[in-house]
């Protein structure tokens, strides 16, 4: 199984809601990341775990929290986003001796309104 | 810092006809580069990665890339194109702390009959 699933597939909120993205891989990867994409452009990395903790925050806005609570789950909780956040948010998991060959999922379309 | 430059930002080939996209990278030592395909809506899958040796690299669905160290060129080509590789490309550069991938602005392949 080479799949990384995440749900919800789109999700809209207001920017005073609270809501979460949840991912999920059973690859026996120890790193997983969050990325969040603007329409055509790259991928921008905002958060990495590596055996469930914390290991890069790029100066995410604290209104974006991720949680690791296996190692096979990876949530982001969403609160008080604001329009500019909508995005396509992007989990991604990998060896943790390979961070780079990536398996991604197909991401959480995102829209705040 | 390393950096990942995509000349072309869309590129139009005819169904059959041979693809090259291009590269280039700056890094201080020998890279770890990668080709990520994005559908529309979907996540990024993984075409081809180099890392050492042999500096021409076979991938998925056709595709290859050949490493030119004195040109910093990550090159992706096809022989024959088809409708179904119509997909925003990227390339990738694994970053010097082994933490995370740095990507290009990616390129836009579009596909006519």
């Known amino acids: 199984d080479t799949e990384v699933t995440q749900t919800p597939k789109h999700l809209v909120m207001g920017m005073t809601n609270k809501k979460s993205l949840k991912c999920e891989q059973h690859?026996?990867?120890?790193?997983m990341y969050w990325y969040k994409q603007k329409a055509k452009k790259p991928p921008e990395l905002m958060f990495v775990?590596?055996?469930?903790?914390?290991?890069i925050n790029e100066s995410v806005p604290s209104r974006f929290s991720p949680e690791c609570p296996n190692s096979s789950l990876l949530n982001l909780h969403l609160h008080a986003l604001q329009p500019e956040d909508s995005a396509l948010y992007l989990c991604a998991s990998s060896q943790r001796t390979d961070p780079y060959e990536q398996y991604f999922g197909p991401g959480t379309r995102l829209t705040v309104t | 810092a390393q950096s990942v430059t995509q000349p072309d930002i869309h590129i139009t080939v005819s169904e059959g006809a041979s693809l090259e996209l291009r590269c280039n990278y700056s890094?201080?030592?020998?890279?770890?580069l990668f080709w990520y395909v994005q559908s529309p809506g979907q996540g990024l899958q993984l075409l081809l990665k180099y890392f050492s040796g042999d500096t021409l690299v076979q991938g998925i669905k056709g595709f290859e890339a050949e490493f030119k160290r004195s040109q910093s060129s990550f090159n992706l080509r096809k022989p024959s194109v088809h409708w179904s590789d119509a997909a925003e490309y990227f390339c990738?550069?694994?970053?010097?702390?082994?933490?995370?991938?740095?990507f290009g602005k990616g390129t836009t392949l579009s596909v006519s009959s």
């Open positions: 690859m026996g990867h120890r790193a």
């Open positions: 775990y590596s055996y469930e903790k914390l290991s």
């Open positions: 890094y201080g030592a020998t890279p770890y």
């Open positions: 990738a550069v694994g970053n010097q702390a082994g933490t995370a991938l740095i």
